[in-house]
């Protein structure tokens, strides 16, 4: 089994995931726990494999959260062995794309 990657977070990324969470909470009580635990278990599996993702654009990987509508737009860079995280957006937004 390889050495999993390390996870690196734009603000603006870390900023994505309050937001989201911050609003599931304000209309469900504890559904934004469970955003941010869903959001946590795909990043453990993109962090364990993060080139089984296809790339979409400039170099940036999309890893698609299976419950709620949110996708996690990554680089990775194989010889650090680090996968940084770009954002984590709705897929009811414009598509943004990213320049790593």
């Not at 999309?62 to 990775?76: D, G, N």
């Amino acid at each position: 089994m390889s050495t999993p990657y390390q996870l690196r977070f734009t603000p603006e990324s870390l900023q994505d995931i309050t937001d989201a969470a911050e609003y599931y909470e304000y209309h469900s009580k504890g559904l934004g726990l469970k955003f941010k635990s869903e959001v946590k278990r795909k990043l453990i599996l993109v962090k364990r494999s993060p080139l089984l993702y296809a790339l979409r654009y400039n170099n940036v990987r999309v890893a698609l959260t299976e419950i709620f509508p949110y996708s996690i737009h990554f680089s990775v860079y194989e010889n650090i062995q680090t996968v940084q995280i770009h954002a984590v957006l709705s897929q009811f937004r414009k598509p943004v794309e990213f320049e790593p």
